[in-house]
Nanobody, 122 residues
Framework: QVQLVESGGGLVHSGGSLRLSCVASGNTFSINAMGWYRQAPGKERELVATITSGGSTNYADSVKGRFTISRDVAKNAVYLLMSSLKPEDTAVYYC????????????????WGKGTLVTVSS
């Protein structure tokens, strides 16, 4: 099992910045990738950014050039630096971890944090 705890959400004005943090615990050796997803009211959860253990990153088009994801594998932590924030970025942001587990059998799993609210005022 993997547990994820997010922090860093809050209220900012448009154009401001925030840094989100997520720390994983439990069977962290099984984590292959971590990332951030977000869900705004009335909308589906969507990808924001992901990063693999090898450092490969993937960003949603809407945040490219504004958000930066990073990972500290040794600390089992992932970060999201958000700059030039827009009201459209307002959402609950969820930390995600993807794992490969061998007990009771080989399988890939997704784990989620409880989310942290980011509100960007206009």
């Amino acid at each position: 099992q993997v547990q994820l705890v997010e922090s860093g959400g809050g209220l900012v004005h448009s154009g401001g910045s925030l840094r989100l943090s997520c720390v994983a615990s439990g069977n962290t050796f099984s984590i292959n990738a971590m990332g951030w997803y977000r869900q705004a009211p009335g909308k589906e959860r969507e990808l924001v950014a992901t990063i693999t253990s090898g450092g490969s990153t993937n960003y949603a088009d809407s945040v490219k050039g504004r958000f930066t994801i990073s990972r500290d594998v040794a600390k089992n932590a992932v970060y999201l630096l958000m700059s030039s924030l827009k009201p459209e970025d307002t959402a609950v942001y969820y930390c995600n971890a993807k794992t490969t587990e061998l007990v009771p059998y080989y399988r890939r799993m997704d784990y989620w944090g409880k989310g942290t609210l980011v509100t960007v005022s206009s």
